[in-house]
């Protein structure tokens, strides 16, 4: 399993991260998301073995990720920034890394690069990023990582590059296990794919529960009592109410509450309309953080 435990870590004066917990279970997918700044691709970066932690733990199995080549052998990290594979060809970049683990899977490299028909004449400067991202993914996939961590792995690439790559993802996750750390604004597409999510803000953790979990206390809600006179007068004040726009004699509602709770308020006012709508992931990011700020946005232009 991994874990970070009072994770602390400054750039100059700068504290970028503070006193972060984290807990990645294994052969889950963990999707780690936030604003720009918030400090997820820092967190990578010490989740690979790149950074040292000024403080704090950061490890795999109760061993250290910095301080163990061991340990590091079981990761395999794909940053945004790919410069370091500008001056190879895809094949060469694969001979490179398969010397340095052992589970290499040449048959995983060969089928994924000929699936995305990469062009292994070209050195991979000459690749688009998208382009360099697929040859990036191939490579580390074929490491038979125990951990991979991906950061913005799907930004710039097509519908069905994109959709590939994830089911990559959650092939290995079931065939053998893989534990799997991404980073990524598409919040849409992590919400179809990830068991747990980690919301950053700040160099903190606002937020860390399984998807599931996550949704089952923050809901939108659709209240009517057939018109505003007939509604039960301060009936809300019994909700922990984030947001509340009115529409007509309708009352819509984000709510954070337990479907218990809900439940007991629908019976004891027995409203004419009671409609729970389920909540996008994005939407319960903007407002755990909104919360958080004390910002509450409504809509999201949908």
């Known amino acids: 399993m991994l874990t970070i435990n009072g994770l602390v870590k400054k750039f100059d004066k700068t504290t970028a991260l503070d006193n972060i917990n984290m807990t990645v279970k294994d052969g889950s997918i963990y999707g780690l998301v936030g604003t720009n700044g918030a400090g ?54 694969a001979r490179y890394f398969s010397r340095f683990y052992a589970d290499w899977n040449q ?20 690749y688009s990023k998208g382009m360099q991202k697929q040859a990036v993914f191939a490579i580390m996939l074929a490491t038979s990582p125990d951990y991979l961590i991906l950061d913005e792995p799907i930004d710039g690439l097509d519908p069905i590059v994109r959709r590939s790559i994830w089911k990559h993802i959650v092939n290995a996750s079931a065939d053998r296990g893989m534990t799997t750390i991404v980073s990524s604004h598409n919040l849409r597409e992590m919400e179809g794919f990830c068991d747990s999510i980690g919301i950053i803000d700040k160099g903190r953790m606002a937020l860390e529960r399984d998807l ?88 999201l232009g949908r």
């Open 40 to 93: 997820k691709t820092t967190i990578l970066k010490l989740l690979a073995g790149v950074l040292k932690a000024d403080a704090g733990f950061v490890g795999i199995d109760d061993k250290p990720v910095y301080d163990s080549p061991e340990v590091k052998s079981r990761i395999a990290f794909i940053p945004d920034d790919l410069s370091f594979f500008g001056g190879y060809k895809v094949r060469e970049a």
């Open 107 to 126: 048959t995983v490299f060969d089928d994924i690069t000929a699936e995305f028909e990469l062009p292994e004449g070209r050195r991979m400067s000459g």
């Open 212 to 299: 599931d979990d996550m949704k089952s206390d923050l809901h939108k809600l659709q209240i009517s009592f057939g018109s505003i006179e007939k509604r039960p007068e301060n009936a809300y004040n019994e909700l922990h109410v984030l947001n509340r726009q009115t529409n007509g004699s309708v009352d819509i509602l984000i709510v954070k509450e337990s479907a218990a709770a809900l439940d007991r308020f629908a019976k004891k006012y027995n409203p004419v309309l009671f409609d729970n709508v389920l909540l996008t992931l994005e939407e319960i990011f903007i407002y755990e953080l909104g919360e958080q700020h004390g910002m509450y946005i409504y809509e």
